[in-house]
């Protein structure tokens, strides 16, 4: 309870422009080859359409947990600019609204689209809400827990590589512009 309640305090106070605080968390190291790979899993997009992972084999990715109505929301514009930036050389942000962290994405799938699409102008692949945490998450987020960690927060960014397997993660407080996001993608490209 009390992690839940620091973590809700965190969200609700974080500055809207986090462009310029320096990373907080490092990413974790796990040989990549201990992870299983995402690419057996099918999820749904936003509208509702079939999305299998395998279409992301060859590419490197960035899954995050996405909610609207947190202070860490501003980070989509950081996430869109990353994925326009390196979307040419194979890379691309996932999205996974998730409603576990504050009750902060209580949307339907097409009101998440609506507001990621005119508030941000996010293109990048959006799906469907899903479990991140507990007995019950989704397949995904067990691969990804399992690998480096479960999120405790919203945004919580895993990196994926061209092979399907998370290879390094960051908390909510390391923005996407932070170099060492960067230093990871460039790595792995």
Not at 17 to 39: F, G, L, Q, V, Y
Not at 114 to 124: D, E
Not at 135 to 163: Q, T, V
């Amino acid at each position: 309870m009390t992690l839940l309640l620091s973590g809700l305090a965190a969200c609700k106070s974080v500055p809207r422009d986090r462009s310029s605080n320096p990373p907080s968390e490092t990413t974790m190291t796990n040989a990549p080859n201990e992870a299983r790979s995402i690419h057996a899993l099918t999820m749904k997009r936003l509208d509702g359409s079939a999305a299998p992972l395998v279409s992301f084999k060859g590419k490197v990715l960035l899954v995050v947990n996405t909610a609207s109505e947190c202070g860490y929301t501003p980070q989509y514009e950081g996430l869109q600019a990353l994925h326009a930036k390196y979307e040419a050389r194979g890379f691309a942000v996932l999205g996974f609204p998730s409603n576990d962290f504050g009750g902060q994405e209580p949307g339907s799938s097409q009101e998440i689209a609506t507001f990621c699409k005119t508030k941000f102008g996010v293109v990048f692949p959006m799906f469907e809400k899903v479990k991140t945490t507990g007995d019950d998450r989704s397949e995904l987020y067990a691969i990804l827990s399992d690998a480096k960690g479960p999120p405790k927060w919203n945004f919580h960014k895993y990196l994926i590589d061209k092979a399907g397997r998370p290879v390094a993660a960051w908390s909510s407080a390391v923005a996407p512009e932070s170099p060492e996001i960067a230093r990871a993608i460039d790595a792995q490209l």
